[in-house]
């Protein structure tokens, strides 16, 4: 029996191999180090667990909203408890529409999760939680936004659910300072130090694993950490591929180390990722970007320049949000597309938008 059953929903938008979900896999090490028995499923193994826990831990994202109701309504005598990023964002809604979900748990969830599942047993520890939301006894739905944030160098290293296909998340941090004004990300930002970061990828090396994405939302916003993290790496005499994502801005701050890491004997970047959003003035500050289109066309042109001077196979994407969801006129779309045809560095911008034809059609 486990005290809690975790279930990820991925597996809905990716392939056997590129199954991952980072952020159970940080809760699964964390749980188990506090000694709590747990297990990560994928929703389609329900049945073959369902008698295994009376506590179900749900995974869930916007594409995953509809499988995740269907899959709770088969939990009716259990204890439901859904996180991540799709019920941290409207609470009350997902409450107020799916009478089976017990408790939402708001943004990080590893210590949150651990005592939730202490108050079970201990009900007077439910008071003192944060970042929960739930119904009280006069079935009202009470909602406490979350107060504390965790220390990263407490976290143990994640589980296998932290690769995606032979590639391995890492966390240098959480948070991301932007506020840009579409983003649900905390502007409170937290680092991991750079050798506890070091021993993670050292025990993935040692594993076998080689390739490394830095993953979170903005891992370029910190030039000390990289700079101190490339010289663990080479001290430790590791040989990895990497690909690192973060804001223009911030690509211009830490150009010096980058440019350490276009020149590196030990790292081969495969891809940088960089938010460029969009290639209007106006639209930017729709966004609330606090960048400019001139600063964008920087970045990126640094990048190519790099790229051509020291490292021809590194990617460069810039990730454009093509059609907002502010008010747009036909000239910013028109820029847009400049954008992608002046520096062909988008990989991803259908995708978006055609995926919400593609959920329709799985449905
Ligand atoms: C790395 C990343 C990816 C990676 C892999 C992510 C993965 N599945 O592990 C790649 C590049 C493959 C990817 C793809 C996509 N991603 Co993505 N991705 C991210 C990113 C930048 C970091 C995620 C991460 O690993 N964070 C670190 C971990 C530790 O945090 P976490 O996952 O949030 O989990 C914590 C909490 O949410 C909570 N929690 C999560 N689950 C649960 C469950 C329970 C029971 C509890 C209690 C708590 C809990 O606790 C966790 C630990 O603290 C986030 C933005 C961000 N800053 O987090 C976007 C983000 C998650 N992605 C997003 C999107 C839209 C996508 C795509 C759909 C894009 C696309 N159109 O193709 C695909 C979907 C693929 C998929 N099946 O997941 C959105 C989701 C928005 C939403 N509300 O649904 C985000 C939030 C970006 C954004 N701001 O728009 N992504
Ligand atoms: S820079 Fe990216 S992660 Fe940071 S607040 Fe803006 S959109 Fe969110």
């Known amino acids: ?53 009376s506590v179900f831990g749900f995974s869930v994202l916007d594409y995953s909203y509809s499988t995740a109701v269907r899959t709770t309504k088969k939990l009716k005598n259990k204890t439901v408890i859904w996180g991540g990023w799709t019920p941290s964002a409207i609470p009350e809604w997902i409450l107020q529409n799916n009478s089976d979900v017990d408790y939402i748990i708001l943004g990080e969830g590893e210590k949150r999760l651990e005592h939730l599942l202490l108050s079970l047993q201990q009900p007077m520890l439910f008071y003192a939680l944060d970042g929960i939301a739930y119904r009280d006894k006069k079935n009202n739905i009470q909602v406490r936004s979350p107060q504390i944030y965790l220390d990263l160098d407490e976290l143990p290293m994640p589980t296998d659910w932290a690769v995606m296909n032979d590639m391995v998340f890492v966390e240098l941090s959480r948070g991301c300072y932007g506020n840009c004004g579409y983003c649900q990300e905390t502007p409170r930002m937290r680092f991991k130090s750079p050798g506890l970061i070091a021993d993670e990828i050292e025990s993935w090396v040692q594993r076998g694993y080689s390739n490394f994405y830095f993953g979170n939302a903005n891992t370029l916003v910190n030039g000390k950490i990289l700079k101190r993290l490339l010289r663990e790496i080479e001290r430790r005499e590791l040989f990895l591929r990497v690909a690192l994502v973060g804001r223009p801005d911030d690509v211009l701050r830490n150009k010096h180390i980058l440019e350490e890491y276009f020149q590196s004997s030990h790292v081969q970047l495969s891809f940088i990722e960089v938010g460029v959003e969009a290639n209007s003035q106006h639209l930017l500050d729709l966004l609330g970007r606090k960048t400019t289109p001139e600063i964008n066309r920087q970045a990126v042109q640094l990048l190519l320049n790099l790229k051509s001077k020291f490292s021809s196979s590194v990617a460069i994407h810039t990730n454009i949000i093509l059609f907002s969801h502010y008010d747009m006129t036909l000239n910013e779309l028109v820029e847009n597309i400049k954008f992608l045809g002046e520096f062909l560095t988008c990989r991803d911008t259908l995708s978006m938008h055609l995926y919400g034809v593609w959920h329709l059609y799985m449905d």
């Not at 056997?16 to 499923?41: F, H, P, T, W």
Request: aromatic share 14%.
């Open 1 to 53: 029996m486990y005290d809690i059953i975790l279930v990820n929903f991925n597996s809905i938008a990716f392939s056997k191999r590129d199954n991952c979900n980072l952020g159970l896999a940080s809760i699964e090490s964390y749980l188990k180090s506090q000694n709590i028995a747990c297990v990560v499923i994928d929703y389609y193994e329900l049945d073959k667990y369902i008698h295994l826990s």
